[in-house]
């Protein structure tokens, strides 16, 4: 082979494109280049994390100023102004894209603005142009995938739904994972009612049980029409707005219908096959343990090898990736234990394995739970109430699940995760005094398990 340009060539400007990068280039001396069409960041940036936590923190005023009036306030109930609410969202949003863009100049990666398409292990094309590079790394993520149904055309995924040019009053959200329920929850805090479908039996299909029935009567409290065992016929544009037929013959009528049903690996066009890249049934690219692809030479990490789809995820891969190229290699991912958020309201938070998948693997454990009303709401008139579950194996003491529905899940989990990593069993969690008065405190002193 010719005496390459590049030490590595990045597809994609995401977050784990991006850490591989800025790692190989500033840590390592790599040459290295980064190849990516559309903004720097990918999708927790553009049209993911990033926004939606945005979103998530301003449908929560409304509920606040209700609440307020439980602790003396009050004053005219604000209203949304959607027009100023995307603009400050989009502003911070290009503020974040030139940061990237300055992290990876700041490195030394050249950044080409174009598509690119592998031509061999050790070659790739952007803009007409071939560069050459001892390793190549995909990290192009994955994309919403609305099925095919009469109408599918009319239905928006969560790509679009954060510059839809009408707030819409009524949304309907098709889906039961993460994604769909925190955006219903969203848009019912900003003010829309919101009908949301999901064809299984319970929302949240992989999370704790216990979470899974807790969260969705929580959101049920807040306004959300959740229907469990429903789901779409037909679309059709109306004069009245977009009329959905459901397959048990009713209908919802909606302003805007948000497909969040799934995520497939963006790969399409990427001349992977042509290449040689093995890929799954659902496009995405089969990776050993060293991220490697069937073809030696090109790699792959984070959202388009399908493995855990999460942007910590793909950082961390980035890193092992990296290190394994061009350090030790001694970097290790061990994709236990990955402490997860979900931004419904109220949030969840979970570490570990949930109660079902502990009894499977550990046999015997103890289950301890408790359920209340938080101290805020003792004043503030709302009925939420907050969920928390530890999971014990019987033999070793060990909390190998943490479980929590209620405010700030993931700042109060986070810490959390770090015992649990360390081991921590739950005479440590016993001999830990709490902070008085928390949520989270409650965490230390359950003592009795449940039957």
């Given at each position: 082979m010719p005496d390459p340009t590049y030490d590595l060539f990045v597809i994609g400007a995401g977050s784990g494109g991006v850490r591989a990068a800025?790692?190989?280039?500033?840590?390592?001396?790599?040459?290295?280049?980064?190849?990516?069409?559309?903004?720097?960041?990918?999708?927790?940036?553009?049209?993911?994390?990033?926004?939606?936590?945005?979103?998530?923190?301003?449908?929560?005023?409304?509920?606040?100023?209700?609440?307020?009036?439980?602790?003396?306030?009050?004053?005219?109930?604000?209203?949304?102004?959607?027009?100023?609410?995307?603009?400050?969202?989009?502003?911070?949003?290009?503020?974040?894209?030139?940061?990237?863009?300055?992290?990876?100049?700041?490195?030394?990666?050249?950044?080409?603005?174009?598509?690119?398409?592998?031509?061999?292990?050790?070659?790739?094309?952007?803009?007409?142009?071939?560069?050459?590079?001892?390793?190549?790394?995909?990290?192009?993520?994955?994309?919403?995938?609305?099925?095919?149904?009469?109408?599918?055309?009319?239905?928006?995924?969560?790509?679009?739904?954060?510059?839809?040019?009408?707030?819409?009053?009524?949304?309907?959200?098709?889906?039961?994972?993460?994604?769909?329920?925190?955006?219903?929850?969203?848009?019912?805090?900003?003010?829309?009612?919101v009908t949301q479908l999901y064809r299984g039996e319970q929302v949240l299909r992989g999370f704790d049980d216990d979470v899974r029935h807790f969260v969705a009567d929580e959101m049920r409290k807040k306004g959300v029409d959740l229907r469990t065992r429903s789901d779409v016929a037909s679309i059709e544009k109306a004069a009245d707005g977009l009329r959905v037929a459901l397959k048990d013959g009713t209908q919802v009528v909606a302003d805007s219908v948000l497909y969040a049903t799934g995520r497939a690996p963006n790969t399409a066009g990427l001349g992977l096959e042509e290449a040689g890249v093995k890929l799954a049934l659902s496009g995405a690219v089969v990776v050993d343990e060293h991220y490697q692809s069937s073809v030696p030479g090109i790699h792959a990490l984070g959202d388009v090898t399908a493995r855990v789809q999460l942007t910590p995820v793909a950082l961390a891969e980035a890193m092992v990736l990296v290190d394994h190229l061009f350090g030790a290699g001694q970097r290790r991912l061990d994709y236990e234990l990955i402490p997860t958020a979900v931004f419904t309201h109220p949030n969840i938070g979970t570490v570990g394995l949930t109660e079902a998948q502990a009894r499977q693997r550990l046999g015997a454990v103890r289950i301890y739970r408790s359920e209340f009303r938080a101290l805020r709401h003792t004043l503030s008139g709302s009925t939420e109430r907050t969920l928390m579950k530890l999971v014990v194996a019987d033999a070793s003491d060990r909390v190998v699940g943490l479980h929590m529905v209620g405010a700030d899940a993931g700042e109060i989990v986070q810490g959390f995760a770090v015992a649990m990593r360390a081991g921590a069993t739950k005479a440590v969690f016993d001999a830990t005094l709490g902070i008085h008065p928390t949520v989270a405190e409650e965490f230390v002193t359950m003592r009795t398990p449940v039957a």
């Open positions: 800025r790692m190989a280039a500033s840590q390592y001396g790599a040459r290295v280049a980064v190849a990516e069409p559309a903004a720097l960041g990918g999708t927790c940036v553009n049209v993911g994390c990033i926004p939606k936590k945005l979103y998530s923190f301003a449908a929560h005023y409304a509920e606040a100023f209700e609440e307020s009036h439980g602790f003396g306030w009050s004053g005219a109930a604000p209203t949304l102004d959607w027009a100023q609410l995307k603009a400050n969202r989009a502003r911070e949003i290009t503020r974040l894209n030139g940061i990237y863009g300055g992290l990876l100049s700041g490195a030394g990666v050249t950044v080409l603005r174009g598509s690119a398409t592998v031509k061999g292990p050790n070659a790739v094309e952007v803009n007409g142009e071939v560069h050459r590079a001892r390793h190549i790394l995909v990290a192009t993520g994955g994309w919403p995938v609305v099925p095919p149904l009469p109408g599918s055309e009319h239905a928006i995924t969560s790509n679009e739904v954060f510059d839809l040019k009408d707030f819409p009053k009524r949304l309907l959200v098709v889906g039961g994972g993460y994604i769909a329920c925190e955006f219903a929850s969203i848009f019912t805090g900003l003010g829309s009612h």
